[in-house]
């Protein structure tokens, strides 16, 4: 099962690619080899078809942002609705968010507009993803990104006014989250290790220090702060702790605990590493649910698959490639040297060796170099992001600031190892 799910995965990878770079030709191209395959055998067949449907993803993903970046855009002065679609990010020297129009005023009345992506410098305002407001000024057309994402242009306003929070309930639950850890951790700033304990928590180190980024990434330890399948497990861990008798059931704990990932990656901003993780323990919990082991391999390909069937540009997503790379890497590498003692030091060996090996190409294309201490560094960080990630995500969470001293005390220790 776990060969077949991972065969999905490559050739579903291999068709988001063909869609993105071919189109409709490549479409057409895979559906007709897919038609061919019908007489290859019931493996075959489902590849192609799993093919197919990847190349249409692919296309449509190319597609939408073609659209957004040539969108004709009413340019001159606007009064514009909008939803706050990310967090801020500072961008050329400024703090900007990417919103999704909603309402465009015109003469003195609003008429809806779902208008494609826009750039906003919101300076000082505070606001979070998911948020409306309404924008005065003016809209230029100058398409580009936002936090990855394509824009079709920017409005420069001159006045934001904050309407409301968000209207989902997944969504303000998810904020109010991703603030409680914000509040836990703000006696202890300045610090460099808060910033690095937000980081462990829901993946935000925008007040982390550019040096202390600097060396996580020469040491080969930025994945800690690319929120993933051990953040993952260690909330599932409190959050089924949190919801206490209500989880006893195995049924009820598999349904409350998909609640609690989609909750989690609100939390987290649904970086790409965080959405693998999260569908890969979805896919574990929904098989427990149903009564149906599933094994590591076969919720990674599973995931991997879903994923690009859904967002077929998460294909060509530096965080998404490295992400993937890398669990094949712990997968494959956890039972290397597992006969050895002391047990866990080589099992822990062999999946971070596995994982940096598996990266390692990955790296050298996109960033031109590779940490060669990375193993080490990693075999000596692992336990302490686990103590520092568990103790502080306690601590700020039930407003125990003793516990997230110990968190904070442990993400220090990890900037040491840096």
Do not use: K, Y
């Amino acid at each position: 099962m776990g060969a077949a799910a991972v065969a999905a995965a490559a050739a579903a990878w291999v068709g988001c690619w063909i869609g993105w770079w071919a189109g409709g030709v490549g479409v057409a191209v895979v559906a007709a080899a897919a038609s061919a395959a019908v007489r290859g055998g019931r493996r075959a067949m489902a590849l192609a078809v799993v093919m197919a449907a990847a190349t249409l993803s692919g296309w449509a993903a190319a597609t939408r942002h073609a659209s957004t970046l040539e969108a004709v855009l009413p340019v001159g002065r606007v009064t514009v609705a909008a939803r706050v679609a990310t967090d801020p990010a500072v961008r050329w020297g400024s703090r900007q968010v990417a919103v999704q129009p909603t309402h465009l005023l015109e003469t003195g009345e609003w008429r809806p507009w779902n208008g494609p992506r826009l750039g906003l410098d919101v300076g000082d305002l505070e606001l979070t993803a998911g948020d409306r407001v309404v924008v005065t000024g003016s809209m230029v057309a100058a398409a580009g990104w936002v936090r990855g994402d394509p824009i079709a242009g920017r409005l420069v306003a001159r006045s934001i006014e904050a309407v409301s929070g968000p209207a989902d309930p997944l969504f303000r639950a998810g904020n109010l989250l991703r603030d409680r850890v914000h509040q836990g951790i703000e006696p202890f700033r300045p610090r460099p290790a808060a910033a690095l304990l937000a980081g462990f928590l829901i993946g935000d180190v925008r007040d982390l220090p550019a040096a202390d980024s600097d060396a996580l990434r020469r040491t080969g330890l930025t994945h800690f702060v690319a929120v993933s399948g051990s953040n993952v497990a260690l909330f599932l861990a409190a959050w089924w702790i949190a919801i206490g008798p209500l989880g006893w059931a195995p049924r009820a704990r598999a349904i409350l605990g998909m609640l609690g990932l989609a909750l989690f990656v609100v939390a987290t901003r649904w970086e790409p590493s965080v959405v693998r993780a999260a569908t890969m323990a979805a896919i574990v919990l929904g098989g427990r649910f149903l009564g149906l082991p599933v094994d590591g391999w076969t919720a990674f390909g599973g995931a991997v698959t879903l994923l690009l069937l859904v967002a077929g540009d998460l294909c060509f997503d530096v965080g998404f490639q490295l992400s993937v790379a890398a669990t094949a890497g712990v997968l494959a590498g956890a039972g290397l040297w597992s006969h050895r003692r002391p047990r866990w030091v080589w099992t822990a060996l062999g999946a971070t060796a596995s994982a940096q090996a598996a990266v390692a190409p990955l790296l050298l294309i996109h960033f031109g170099s590779i940490p060669l201490l990375a193993p080490l560094a990693n075999l000596v960080a692992a336990p302490l992001v686990a103590v520092s990630t568990s103790a502080g995500g306690i601590g700020v969470v039930a407003g125990l600031e003793p516990l997230t001293a110990v968190g904070v005390a442990a993400a220090d220790l990890v900037l040491g190892v840096a």
